[in-house]
């Protein structure tokens, strides 16, 4: 069974290169499809808020974890 599906599968994605007008895939071949889209840069607001509760929530466990060392 398994070799009927991958034979099926390679049956299919061959259409979909003819279709789309993609060059046939050889052994020396490597197909990269992609495109790149910039999305912004930093924090939402909303993802500032919570890094800012983590980032205190980390200070305060790493005070209470000094405090029992020393103590």
Avoid: C
């Avoid at 009927?4 to 197909?31: F, I, K, M, S, W």
């Avoid at 992609?34 to 980390?58: D, K, L, N, Q, S």
């Amino acid at each position: 069974m398994g070799d009927l599906r991958q034979v099926r599968a390679n049956h299919r994605a061959t259409e979909a290169r003819e279709r789309h007008g993609l060059p046939t895939l050889g052994d020396e071949t490597t197909l990269v499809l992609g495109h790149w889209r910039f999305a912004g840069t930093g924090y939402t607001p909303g993802e500032a808020i919570m890094a800012e509760h983590i980032r205190h929530r980390v200070s305060q466990a790493r005070a209470i974890a000094a405090k029992r060392e020393d103590g």
